[in-house]
C-alpha cells in the first residue's frame, strides 16, 4: 500500500510556473513506476509525466521541454516543475505510483491557467 499526497496547484497566468509535489508513504520501496497525469474537465485523464526506477522520464508531447519530473529519494517526493504554462495545461493533477500491477493515486491538485 502506498499514500500519496500532491500540493503546489494554483492559479497562475500563461507562461507563468508552477512546481507540483508528490509526498509518498507506506511501501514506498516497491514502487517501480511514478509519474503524473492530469484531467481536464469534461476530457479523460491523460499522461503527462512518468518514469520507472532507475529508468529516464517519459514526456506528453504536449510537456516536452517545458515540464520537468525530478525525485527526492530522501524526502520521498516526486515533483512536476512546469514552465510556460499554457491555458490548455488547465486541469486536475493527479499523482501516480505502480507496485507491481497495482496502481496508486492522490487526490489530485487542480492548475489553472489563465490566459
Known amino acids: 500500500q502506498v499514500q500519496l499526497v500532491e500540493s503546489g496547484g494554483g492559479l497562475v497566468q500563461a507562461g507563468g510556473s508552477l512546481r507540483l509535489s508528490c509526498a509518498a508513504s507506506g511501501s514506498i520501496f516497491s514502487i517501480t513506476v511514478t509519474g503524473w497525469y492530469r484531467q481536464a474537465q469534461g476530457k479523460q485523464r491523460e499522461l503527462v509525466a512518468i518514469?520507472?526506477?532507475?529508468?529516464?522520464?517519459d514526456y506528453a508531447d504536449s510537456v516536452k521541454g517545458r515540464f520537468t519530473l525530478s525525485r527526492d529519494n530522501a524526502k520521498n517526493t516526486v515533483y512536476l516543475q512546469m514552465n510556460s504554462l499554457k491555458p490548455e495545461d488547465t486541469a486536475v493533477y493527479y499523482c501516480y505510483a505502480q507496485i507491481r500491477y497495482n496502481a496508486y493515486w492522490g487526490q489530485g491538485t487542480q492548475v489553472t491557467v489563465s490566459s
Open positions: 518514469v520507472s526506477t532507475g529508468g529516464v522520464a
